[in-house]
């Protein structure tokens, strides 16, 4: 256990230290995090200090702004849901999926499922990556689909 505490840490620290992130404290914040990560499609790259390894048709999360609408999918069933963002805070709510069982995949989906169901902060490391934190860890990251 202290070495995934330590391990998360280190990862952070890395993340933080590499990259310039911005919280976005003012007024236009759900703006321009919205402008930033939505209508896009975002491969997973990052869950609970665990690298994904995989194609990004498999691992992927997109935010509709028009419907506030998810869709996603962590390596084996299609999920759905509702997002709202607020200031530099994001939830999602409403969550379903599919319900295939797919054994090489299915902690990892249940992993995301659990991170899509915290409320969490966002941080844009830049426009082509944004993480998402609860209690200042990171719990996951995107990397924009080129």
Known sequence: MKLQILSIALIASIIFSSCETKFIQNSNASNEIEQTITNKTWKITLLNSEKIQG??????????SNSNQLEA???CNQLFGEFQLKNNFISFSKIGSTKM?????MAIENSFITIL????KVAIIDSSKFILLTDDIVIAQFELVK
């Open 73 to 75: 999918k962590a390596g």
């Open 101 to 105: 069982y797919c054994v090489e995949t």
């Open 117 to 120: 169901s915290q409320t969490s």
């Open 55 to 64: 194609d990004e048709k498999d691992f992927y999360l997109k935010l509709n």
